[in-house]
């Protein structure tokens, strides 16, 4: 058993605007909801229901697209393994900041896992809304520390011969974990490949669902 721990130390770049901005913007919309909420014009629980479906099924809706074509289309499996931004921005979906993304690829010997250790990064592009555990001071510092028992926390236990790679997202730099095609999806199309890429797939936290 081993982990490949791979850090992007950019010092002080890392906890970066970008980020800072969104913490600033999430302020204000915490600050608004609260108003709203004192008014009784919302219901904080309908805001959450939006959010969690933004988080789990409509954001990574884009990431799940790629994964499957990456499955499909053994060309753009190695494009998105030279150049992962440009394979990416080809779909149509492109970072806000300009950051680049890089695809690792999950193999019968080694599993990837992403996290930001400093602050927040996250692959916005192809994942949508960070979900709050990736943002907890508890995943980031654990993840890199015992990547093995926070998968089996996740639900998901690997093989104790299977190497784990921890990947720590930067301003510059997102990943995106391309998980293994499950078995007994050969003649499946890539949309119906994309409805077994979860979120949590793509992070690393989980594997890709199996054909019903």
């Known amino acids: ?28 919309v915490k600050a608004l909801e609260t108003v709203l909420t004192a008014k009784g014009l919302i219901d904080p629980a309908a805001i959450d229901v939006i959010v969690e479906t933004y988080e ?25 393994k030279e150049d992962a931004t440009a394979a990416i921005a080809s779909l149509g979906y492109t970072g806000r900041q300009g950051e680049h993304m890089r695809a690792v690829f999950n193999t019968p010997e080694t599993h990837n896992l992403v996290v930001c250790t400093l602050c927040s990064c996250y692959p916005w592009a192809v994942l949508g809304l960070p ?21 089996a926390e996740f639900g998901l236990t690997l093989p104790e011969d299977k190497k ?36 949590d797939a793509m992070i690393g936290t989980a594997i890709a669902g199996a054909p019903a």
């Open 164 to 199: 784990i790679r921890v990947w720590d997202s930067t301003a510059e730099l997102r990943y995106l974990v391309i998980p293994e095609r499950p078995d007994g999806t050969d003649n499946m199309s890539e949309e119906e490949l994309a409805e077994l890429v979860s979120r």
């Open 131 to 151: 979900p709050v555990w990736y943002k907890a001071p508890a995943y980031r510092s654990r993840a890199v520390i015992d990547p093995r028992s926070v998968l």
């Open 1 to 28: 058993m081993s982990a490949d721990h791979h850090h992007h130390d950019h010092g002080h770049d890392h906890d970066h605007h970008h980020d800072n901005r969104y913490s600033d913007m999430q302020a204000r």
């Open 56 to 80: 789990t099924k409509i954001g990574p809706r884009n990431g799940a697209r790629v994964v499957a074509k990456a499955w499909s289309d053994p060309h753009f499996a190695a494009w998105l």
